[in-house]
């Protein structure tokens, strides 16, 4: 069994497969966690699997003045996350055929486009929270591209390509990679970017329902039924996409798949999700360290993401690593 | 000859010690021999054609150094005197700490401001400036005032903060050395020259332009002068004369340290580029901000700042003639500036007030000290047979001589606008009739007599300058390079 | 350059990541609003800086070097902050420092100053044998970053805090180009360091004496 090769386009669904299928679990297992570490019982790891199955069941209301769109939005933002995966390195150390359709770039383009989708939807419902969280959410989403321009400038200068796969290559090509000062302060611009893309601590809580401090959660108020169980799990699968680039393009990307045996294959499911779990112990941890910031001043933390980026671009102007 | 380098250094350094303790008439007496025993070092100084050292090398002293060394000491000398006047006897416990506090001060003051010029090498110069803006910093807030604690707060940091580049300056300087010269020697003046003609040029000229703008700041130089107008007005008028007239000279002499290395490095192209453009915006900014002063001592320090871009300008024009006429302003201004401010602080302590549209009528209320001000601000203004008039001239003609006309004449039109500005003010506060509250008399003999030293030194610096300075003031232009 | 263990490129790259802490900690003084946290902050930087001159001496086996460090890390992290949270301690009234401008605006000004001073002195034909010339880059970004924090804050524990830093950034930087200059020198700039320290604490009491406050609001009398 370990000797059988896939052909390259099994393990490209396969890497579909695996974030679609992970996703709602990796969910689960955070939020599971954050009430553990606040001494509750908290919900069952697989409970966001039962919300799904539950959702679909439920009927769907559409708001009178709502068009196509408002339906259309989840769909789209689904099938964009859907796309991502095969750009970027979920099981495979090596490019799979489909991995040349977009770079980083083009990887954020499209998930810039699902949240788009997202938002033009919850604008569409005309009521007052998803509106705000819309705008809010587009606001945020633009302060954040200059990092993630800086950021990709970084794979690039090191690189020479913007693809997600030589990065990866490179982090592993020696032990004492890790504590690059490039490579460091790229890490932890990306990470603060992923901690404002995914709506945790500090920039929004998961906690509450508290409207005037939503983003993100406010824009799927008005959804209900399967394109509600839609936008959920799409949402889990962009924390899971986030995931992936964070580690296995920057922090570790050790255990990924160098050949196409079936064998090594498999065996990169399990490594990738245990890492993901562990950064996603990493968020709980702090979402029950920190404080939610106020609104206006999530520009200073986009600032500081920012001003990370920015000096991993000198360091390596410099001719540093 | 060395021996004179070390009693220079001792001399100031031990009567401000005692100051410390002794009571005001010894404190008084002290200073002043002090003041004039130093003052008699320096000029002993001048006849020597060679470089004095002292002290194993850590004392140098060439044609440069004695230049500005006699002007700072002939601003003490001066200053102790205008100051025995000056300072309150009074006989409650308050003014005999002000005192004390203010004597001791005064000496250490004038002891760093005179290590400056005697110390070898541009690590120790740094600290020479460095110990003159803690000192001066703490006798600007002497004062108890609002006013006071204001200025010297502003003073001490952004002076502070431009040493810290002038540090920077140093450092860089120090590795364009090393790169000749390996990785630890001394930054005398004679390693610096000696290997000056090896340095990496981009690094020297980084050294420069940090070298200008850390020590323009205490110079005074725009846009890093907005301490100075504060810190003169708010100090006590004779540590007001000894900061216009000597602490923005001995700035001036640490640029013109660098100015000597980086000329002997890269030639004087950029660097004279460099001078001119701070000069002629202090020059300017200064020349438009005096008509509009209503406080006497604030427009006495933008006249400094003026004739502070008048000497950077003139460091800019490319003949020798020029570079001539700025050391001898140096020294001119030195005599007129402190003169001015203590004729300045007579007129403030006779009608108790700084504000000029107050004050009426100089000449009848002070009958010596009012018109030796007339002459002293018209001295400031280039007129003859004021020594500042020599000077101006022979920088102006060095300009002209050089190929462009122009900086020269905008350098006559602002000076022109300077001397309107001072000149309204002459008329205004002194030239009135006096009012006739107002008690006429001199308050005692000390401040007249200072003022009137300070004037003989002009009319001689104007006249007729002795040959043996006129020949120090030559040797020293070729030191700076004059004869490229 | 030899070194103990590792491998020296790997000690480089700790190097680059200490002097990184150097500049990252001039930004945090640039965003902390209480004084305490500033002044801590400052102990933080001339740690690093100490770090870093210890990394210097070790590796080009410069004595006195040690020596410097050692007297630099008492005055600098331990005497100076004292001094200054003391004089926080006396004045109970301000402890919270005010700035002029929104947080993010001077964060993105400090970092145009930054990249200005990193692309300076980058450009140089500098080759130092102590530290990566990254180092000085980052001490110059790190001077421009504290004449930023002087100009805009309003009161006087920053301007004094922001000063000190500045002095930091040209001890980094001295660090870079000047490993060899001779102990006596350097021991008369810490001596003056200390002396300019004495002179900020009085200055600072004098202020807070007359003005019933640390901000430096209303030193605007004196204009023209």
Known sequence: ??????????????????????????????????????????????????????????????????????????????????????????????????????????????????????????????????????????????????????????????????????????????????????????????????????????????????????????????????????????SAMKQLILYVILINVFAAPWGLAGSRQLGPVLLAIPIFIGKALCVGAIFAVIDNSFSKLRLFKITEFMAAAFLLAVLAVLVLYLGGR | MGALLVAILVVPLATSLACLKASARLARALSLTSGAATFGLAVALIPSHQITTALGGWLRVDALSVVFLVAVTFLYATTTIFAIGYVRTGSGPVEARYSRRFFAGLNLFAWAMAMAPVVNGLALLWVAVEVTTVVSALLVAIDDTDGAAEAAWKYVLIASMGLGIALLATVVMYYAGSTVLGGSYELSYANLLGAATRFPPEIVRLSFGLAVLGFGSKMGLVPVHTWLPDAHSEAPTPISAMLSGSLLTVSFYAILRFYQVTVRAIGPDFPRAVLLVFGLASLVLAALYLARQHDLKRLLAYSSVEHMGILAVGMSFSAPIAIVGVLLHVLAHAAAKSTAFFGAGSVIRKFGTKEMSRIQGGIGALPWSGPMLVLAVLALSAMPPFGIFRSEFLIVEGGLAGSSTAVPAVLVVFVTLAFLGLSWFATQTMLTPTPDGVVRGEENAWMPVSMVMGLAVLVLLGVHPPPQLSSLLERAAAELGAHR | ??????????????????????????????????????????????????????????????????VLMSLSFVLKVIVVPTIILRLVREVRVDVTASHRLGVASMVLLAIVLSVFGVFVFGRLPIHSRSLPILALALAAAVILVAFLLVIVRNDVVSQAVGFFSLENGVSLASLVLAAGLPLIVEVAFLFDLLVAVVVFGVLMRVHHGRARTLSTRALDRLQG
């Open chain 1, 1 to 234: 069994m370990a000797g059988t090769e896939l052909a390259p386009a099994e393990i490209q669904v396969l890497q579909d497969l695996t974030i679609l299928v992970f996703a709602p679990f990796v969910s689960g297992a955070i939020a599971h966690l954050e009430a553990r570490l606040q001494g509750r019982r908290g919900p069952r790891i697989l409970q966001p699997y039962y919300d799904l199955a539950k959702l679909f069941r439920k009927e769907t209301l559409v708001p009178e003045d709502a068009s196509w769109v408002f339906l259309a939005g989840p769909v789209v933002a689904f099938a964009c996350y859907l796309t991502v995966p095969l750009l970027i390195p979920v099981l495979t150390a090596y490019p799979l055929p489909l991995g040349y359709i977009g770079d980083i770039l083009g990887g954020a383009f499209i998930l810039a486009l699902a949240g788009f989708a997202v938002a033009l939807a919850a604008v569409e419902t005309g009521g007052p929270y998803a509106q705000l969280g819309s705008s809010r959410a587009m606001t945020f989403a633009a302060l954040v591209e200059p990092s993630i321009l800086f950021i990709t400038f970084t794979v690039a200068l090191v690189t020479t390509t913007d693809l997600p796969y030589f990065e990866a290559a490179q982090v592993r090509s020696s032990f004492g990679q890790a504590i690059y000062p490039a490579h460091l302060l790229a890490t932890v611009a990306f990470f603060l970017v992923v901690l404002s893309d995914t709506g945790r601590i500090p920039v929004e809580t998961h906690a509450s329902t508290l409207e005037f401090g939503m983003i993100d959660e406010a824009r799927t108020l008005e959804h209900s039924g399967p394109p509600f169980a839609l936008l959920k799990w799409g």
């Open chain 3, 1 to 66: 350059m030899a070194a103990v263990g590792a491998s020296p490129s790997t000690l480089t790259d700790a190097a680059e990541v200490v002097a990184l802490l150097v500049l990252l900690s001039e930004f945090a003084m640039l965003r902390s609003s209480l004084s305490r946290s500033q002044v801590r902050l400052y102990a933080f930087q001339s740690l690093c800086v100490s770090v870093l001159a210890a990394f210097v001496a070790a590796t080009r086996h410069i004595g006195a070097l040690y």
